[in-house]
C-alpha cells in the first residue's frame, strides 16, 4: 500500500470536520485522503466511495468507529440531561427529548464497507473480530487498526490487521483507546511509535502532533512508514470546520487543548472552553459514548449558530497552532516539499 504513494502522508479522518472533498484532493497528490465514515448511513459508505473512485484512482481510506449496540438506563439520561438543562437554557433551546437513535449502527455500516471495498479502511474506538477483519481483507481492502497502546497494537496484529496507526496522546480529536484506562493510554507518539514497532511486525503510521515538515521528517525517522495529520488540516480550504470552531483554532492562546469526556462521553482532545473547565470537577461522572455525544448534539449545533465556542467540541491537537490555511494539497505539498529539506539537511550536517 505504502509503495503506491508518492507523498507518505495520510489526511486523517476528521468526523464533523471533512468531506469526500478532502479525501479527493489529498489523494490526487499522491498523498493518502481518508472519508471519515463513522457517522454516515450504509447507502452515504456506498455513495462516498463511489463518488471518490469516479474522482482519483489514486488510494483512499475510509474510517469507521467500532462501536457496540447501546441500550443506556433511563435513569443515566435523565441525569446527563438534567445537567444540560441550563445550558440548552442558555441558547434558547426547549426541554430535551430522548433522541431517536444513539449513533449510526455499526454492524449495517460495517456490511456497507465490505461491499464498497475501499482500497484501505481504518478502524478507531475498538477492534474487528478476526472474521470481519478476513471478510474486509478477502475484498482487497488494506486494513489500519488505530492502537494508542502497544498492547492495542498487538491486539489488532492478532486479529490480521495490515498496519497499525500509531495514535500518541498529542493527537486532535477522540482517542482511539479500547483496552485500558486513560492514564496508561497516554503515551507521546515520540514513544509509542518505536515501542509498537518493538512488539509487532507490521507497518506502522504515526499520528499525533506531526504538523510541519520536520515533524513528518521526525516520525519517519522514527520508522512509522507514513504520517497521519488531522490538526494540519483544519485550516485548510476544504474542511467544514464552523465559523467559531475556526476562530477558536486562530486565536488560540499558547498550548491550548485538554482532554476531555464532558462533550461525547469519550476521551478526545480539543481547545479548552468554558463547558469543559466547568464539567471538569465532574467528568468521570458523564455518560459514556454515544449517549453524552447524542445529547449534546442539539445544543452544539444552536451554539455554533449563535457563533460561540463555549460549548462546542473545539476538536485539536497539541501542536494545533502551527496550523495553516490553504488548499489541502497545497498543505500537503508544502508539507512533504519541508520534509524533504529537513531531512537532506539534518544528512548533510549529522550523517557524516
Ligand atoms: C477534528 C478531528 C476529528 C477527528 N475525527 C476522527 C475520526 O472520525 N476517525 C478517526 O479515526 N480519527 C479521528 N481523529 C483523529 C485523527 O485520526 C488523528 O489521530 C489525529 O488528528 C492526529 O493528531 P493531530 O491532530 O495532532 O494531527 C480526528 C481528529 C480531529 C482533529
Known amino acids: 500500500m505504502f509503495d503506491k504513494l508518492s507523498i507518505p502522508i495520510i489526511q486523517a479522518p476528521m468526523l464533523g470536520a471533512t468531506t469526500e472533498a478532502i479525501a479527493i484532493a489529498v489523494s490526487k497528490t499522491g498523498a493518502m485522503g481518508s472519508y471519515a465514515a463513522a457517522g454516515s448511513a450504509p447507502d452515504q459508505i456506498l455513495n462516498g466511495v463511489k463518488a471518490i473512485r469516479a474522482a482519483t484512482d489514486q488510494p483512499f481510506a475510509v474510517n469507521l468507529f467500532v462501536l457496540d449496540p ?20 442558555r441558547y434558547g433551546l426547549p426541554a430535551q427529548s430522548i433522541p431517536n437513535s444513539w449513533a449510526q449502527a455499526f454492524a449495517p455500516q460495517f456490511a456497507a464497507l465490505v461491499e464498497a471495498a475501499p482500497p484501505a479502511a481504518s478502524f478507531t474506538f475498538g477492534a474487528l473480530t478476526r472474521d ?23 491486539h489488532w496484529a492478532e486479529i490480521g490487521a495490515d498496519a497499525i496507526c500509531a495514535q500518541g496522546i498529542e493527537a486532535g480529536g ?22 509498537i514497532r518493538q512488539a509487532v511486525n507490521l ?27 488531522g490538526s494540519a ?45 466547568t464539567m471538569r470537577p465532574i467528568e468521570d461522572e458523564i455518560a459514556p459514548y454515544p449517549i453524552q455525544n447524542a445529547l449534546t448534539q442539539e445544543l452544539r449545533a444552536a451554539a455554533t449558530k449563535a457563533g460561540s465556542p463555549d460549548v462546542l467540541s473545539l476538536w485539536a491537537g497539541q501542536a494545533i497552532k502551527l496550523a495553516r490555511p490553504g488548499p489541502a494539497a497545497r498543505i500537503v505539498e508544502e508539507l512533504w516539499a519541508d520534509a524533504q529539506a529537513v531531512m537532506r539537511r539534518a544528512a548533510e550536517k549529522y550523517a557524516g
Open 132 to 154: 470481519q477483519a478476513r471478510a474486509l481483507k478477502a475484498r482487497g481492502t488494506y486494513l489500519i487498526g488505530t492502537a494508542t497502546t502497544v498492547a492495542e497494537a498487538r
Open 203 to 229: 507497518p506502522v503510521i504515526a499520528a499525533g502532533g506531526i504538523m510541519d515538515g520536520a515533524g513528518v521528517a521526525a516520525a519517519l525517522a522514527l520508522g512509522a512508514v507514513a504520517v497521519q495529520l
Open 70 to 89: 447501546v441500550d443506556p438506563p433511563p435513569a443515566m439520561v435523565a441525569e446527563a440531561m438534567a445537567r444540560l438543562a441550563p445550558w440548552r437554557e
Open 233 to 277: 488540516f483544519l485550516l485548510s480550504e476544504e474542511v467544514t470546520v464552523s465559523a467559531p470552531w475556526r476562530k477558536a483554532i486562530e486565536t488560540a492562546p499558547d498550548d491550548p487543548t485538554r482532554l476531555t469526556r464532558a462533550i461525547s462521553g469519550r476521551y478526545a482532545r480539543g481547545i479548552d472552553n468554558e463547558f469543559m473547565a
Open 174 to 195: 477522540h482517542r482511539g483507546t479500547f483496552l485500558k484506562s486513560m492514564p496508561e493510554s497516554s503515551i507521546g507518539t515520540m514513544a509509542l511509535v518505536p515501542t
